[in-house]
């Protein structure tokens, strides 16, 4: 499975933004994708998954009511809608792909700035 992120950039703190994960190769109807965000000196951290056969969604706690996952089967690309972005928002966001229960596959990454 290849993923593709994209939609990175710099906003202003309120603004939104929507970023994008083409998925191509070996996909299944079985797999989730996710998103997860890292800064410098930190963990990797969740932010959203979807299923992709029946479209259940899970947000970390900071993110739940802002950030929005969706996807779309027939270009096999998941989105995920940002929301009244935070100056804490700041990080690479990365897409990742699941098989059998682990986050197995992972984008190159997209650097969202929120700004004052």
């Known amino acids: 499975v290849q993923l593709q992120a994209s939609g990175g950039g710099l906003v202003q703190a309120g603004d939104s933004l929507k970023l994008s994960c083409a998925a191509s190769g070996r996909t299944y109807s079985n797999n989730n994708m996710g998103w997860f965000r890292q800064n410098p000196g930190e963990e990797r951290e969740f932010v959203a998954s979807i299923t992709w056969r029946s479209g259940t969604t899970s947000y970390a706690d900071s993110v739940k009511g802002r950030f929005t996952i969706s996807k779309d089967n027939a270009k096999n690309t998941v989105y995920l809608q940002m929301n009244s972005l935070k100056l804490e928002d700041t990080a690479v966001y990365y897409c990742?792909?699941?098989?059998?229960?682990?986050?197995?596959?992972w984008g190159q990454g997209t650097l969202v700035t929120v700004s004052s």
């Open positions: 990742a792909a699941s098989e059998s229960g682990i986050w197995r596959y």
